[in-house]
């Protein structure tokens, strides 16, 4: 976004003393679009504690401001929305920047499918390369247009449809942007909206939408097929949300305090949604020391606290089907598994190529890189693991404009003979703006 500075910030990371001490990380991503969203849907003021203040939400708040609704943040961090009512968003005046943030893209085009109105959204090199087929597709057929750049990608025109036609839709890939796009058409269409979900994703925008007032109802089958439908020109009644910690972001020093000898760390009040909670149980099954202490639900979302202690790794070859409840957690397992005994293999990962980068690509030349053996595949990776000997170690990393790569090679860093050097920390901003105060926190940085 163009908060960034304009030049790289690159950093070392270099061998850690054993880490400890007690964190929290900012509140979740996934979660903190949809309450900004939501809020800018419903008549009357919603409050948002623990917010997420990293770009990609704030390029959110910015897309709902440029769109009507009143949004403020208090000095005790608190967010205040006035909402404008569901098909109530108005003209955005300009185009919406939408930096490097898929999730904001892909659902503002869904909220706005079933609006009468024109925008036009932009975004950086690596959101521009990002394909929206997947979303463009089911809400043409919802009545909404796209001028698309080649390929399908921004930057990219849409004129909503209002009223729009209500979908019944099968997942082609397992999205839960794909899915939440839908969704959020589907608040301002007559009718009822159908989505079918053969292979669960992340549920916030199913369990806000709840909260929010909507009728919505999800049918599981006995193949765990998810079956959701909503009833559409929905009202949606302001609410009070505390958002919890972000797995997503909780994974960095959960590995990190695996893989540095002798640690022992808690980190407080993680989301523990099912959905989202597929690292923890891999680096369980690898032999990682993870224990949920305290568990408490939390705006809704299953929260606890983890207590993680240096433990000994083994390789493994985990069941795809985990993918999606830790599809932004493969890079940092990656670097478990680069510091596990034996080899990882990882397949049916597909859809790494398509996040803020090739995952796959990236990760594999980053793991060359610092002197891990691996093997890239099409659909994954396989790595052969050092045993807990210290990696190599150098670099610079590139991290290709996605934070999750800088922040896994930072860990890796943390485990390093010689250091690892990151091309550019700045990405990181978008979803974890504490991650090197916090990591200084825990004793990580000599
Ligand atoms: C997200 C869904 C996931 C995830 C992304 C956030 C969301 O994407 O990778 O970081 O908030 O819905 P997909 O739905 O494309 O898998």
Same mark, same amino acid.
């Given at each position: 976004?163009?908060?960034?500075?304009?030049?790289?910030?690159?950093?070392?990371?270099?061998?850690?003393?054993?880490?400890?001490?007690?964190?929290?990380?900012?509140?979740?991503?996934?979660?903190?679009?949809?309450?900004?969203?939501?809020?800018?849907?419903?008549?009357?003021?919603?409050?948002?504690?623990?917010?997420?203040?990293?770009?990609?939400?704030?390029?959110?708040?910015?897309?709902?401001?440029?769109?009507?609704?009143?949004?403020?943040?208090?000095?005790?961090?608190?967010?205040?929305?006035?909402?404008?009512?569901?098909?109530?968003?108005?003209?955005?005046?300009?185009?919406?920047?939408?930096?490097?943030?898929?999730?904001?893209?892909?659902?503002?085009?869904?909220?706005?499918?079933?609006?009468?109105?024109?925008?036009?959204?932009?975004?950086?090199?690596?959101?521009?390369?990002?394909?929206?087929?997947?979303?463009?597709?089911?809400?043409?057929?919802?009545?909404?247009?796209?001028?698309?750049?080649?390929?399908?990608?921004?930057?990219?025109?849409?004129?909503?449809?209002?009223? !729009?036609?209500? *979908?019944?839709?099968?997942?082609? /890939?397992?999205? $839960?942007? +794909?899915?939440?796009?839908?969704?959020? @058409? &589907? %608040?301002?269409?007559?009718?009822?909206?159908?989505?079918?979900?053969?292979?669960?994703?992340?549920?916030?925008?199913?369990?806000?939408?709840?909260?929010?007032?909507?009728?919505?109802?999800?049918?599981?089958?006995?193949?765990?097929?998810?079956?959701?439908?909503?009833?559409?020109?929905?009202?949606?009644?302001?609410?009070?949300?505390?958002?919890?910690?972000?797995?997503?972001?909780?994974?960095?020093?959960?590995? !990190?305090?695996? *893989?540095?000898?002798?640690?022992? /760390?808690?980190? $407080?009040? +993680?989301?523990?949604?099912?959905?989202? @909670? &597929? %690292?923890?149980?891999?680096?369980?099954?690898?032999?990682?020391?993870?224990?949920?202490?305290?568990?408490?639900?939390?705006?809704?979302?299953?929260?606890?606290?983890?207590?993680?202690?240096?433990?000994?790794?083994?390789?493994?070859?985990?069941?795809?089907?985990?993918?999606?409840?830790?599809?932004?957690?493969?890079?940092?397992?990656?670097?478990?598994?680069?510091?596990?005994?034996?080899?990882?293999?990882?397949?049916?990962?597909?859809?790494?190529?398509?996040?803020?980068?090739?995952?796959?690509?990236?990760?594999?030349?980053?793991?060359? @890189?610092?002197?891990?053996?691996?093997?890239?595949?099409?659909?994954?990776?396989?790595?052969?693991?050092?045993?807990?000997?210290?990696?190599?170690?150098?670099?610079?990393?590139?991290?290709?404009?996605?934070?999750?790569?800088?922040?896994?090679?930072?860990?890796?860093?943390?485990?390093?003979?010689?250091?690892?050097?990151?091309?550019?920390?700045?990405?990181?901003?978008?979803?974890?703006?504490?991650?090197?105060?916090?990591?200084?926190?825990?004793?990580?940085?000599?």
């Amino acid at each position: 976004m163009s908060s960034h500075n304009d030049q790289p910030a690159p950093m070392t990371f270099t061998a850690a003393p054993p880490l400890s001490g007690a964190v929290t990380v900012p509140g979740d991503k996934s979660i903190s679009h949809r309450s900004l969203m939501l809020s800018a849907l419903a008549v009357g003021e919603s409050r948002v504690e623990g917010l997420l203040e990293g770009e990609d939400v704030l390029a959110t708040a910015a897309a709902m401001r440029a769109m009507g609704a009143d949004i403020q943040r208090d000095e005790d961090g608190i967010w205040h929305i006035h909402g404008v009512g569901v098909g109530g968003l108005l003209q955005p005046q300009t185009a919406l920047d939408m930096g490097n943030s898929g999730t904001s893209t892909r659902l503002l085009m869904g909220l706005l499918a079933s609006h009468d109105l024109t925008a036009t959204f932009t975004g950086d090199a690596s959101l521009s390369k990002r394909p929206m087929a997947r979303v463009t597709e089911p809400l043409s057929r919802m009545g909404a247009s796209f001028t698309s750049s080649p390929g399908d990608r921004l930057p990219l025109t849409m004129k909503g449809a209002c009223p !729009a036609v209500p *979908l019944d839709y099968r997942l082609p /890939v397992a999205s $839960a942007q +794909v899915k939440s796009a839908i969704l959020l @058409a &589907g %608040l301002n269409t007559p009718g009822i909206t159908r989505v079918v979900e053969p292979i669960p994703t992340r549920d916030h925008s199913e369990r806000m939408l709840r909260g929010f007032g909507a009728d919505l109802n999800v049918e599981v089958e006995a193949d765990g097929t998810r079956i959701i439908t909503l009833v559409g020109e929905a009202e949606l009644k302001p609410q009070r949300i505390t958002v919890p910690g972000d797995p997503s972001s909780a994974a960095f020093p959960m590995v !990190a305090a695996l *893989l540095v000898p002798g640690s022992q /760390v808690t980190i $407080a009040n +993680v989301g523990l949604n099912d959905t989202r @909670a &597929g %690292l923890i149980a891999l680096l369980q099954d690898m032999g990682g020391s993870i224990e949920i202490v305290n568990r408490r639900e939390v705006g809704g979302e299953p929260v606890g606290d983890l207590i993680v202690t240096a433990s000994t790794l083994q390789g493994i070859e985990p069941d795809p089907a985990r993918a999606p409840s830790m599809i932004d957690e493969y890079p940092v397992a990656f670097i478990a598994a680069a510091m596990a005994q034996g080899r990882s293999v990882f397949r049916g990962l597909e859809e790494l190529r398509v996040k803020e980068s090739d995952r796959i690509a990236t990760m594999a030349a980053g793991l060359r @890189a610092i002197g891990v053996t691996v093997e890239e595949l099409e659909d994954g990776i396989i790595i052969e693991g050092a045993g807990g000997t210290p990696l190599p170690g150098g670099g610079p990393i590139a991290t290709k404009l996605d934070h999750r790569i800088a922040m896994s090679f930072a860990v890796a860093g943390l485990v390093s003979r010689d250091g690892v050097t990151i091309d550019d920390m700045r990405p990181v901003a978008t979803s974890f703006p504490t991650f090197v105060p916090l990591l200084q926190t825990l004793g990580a940085l000599t």
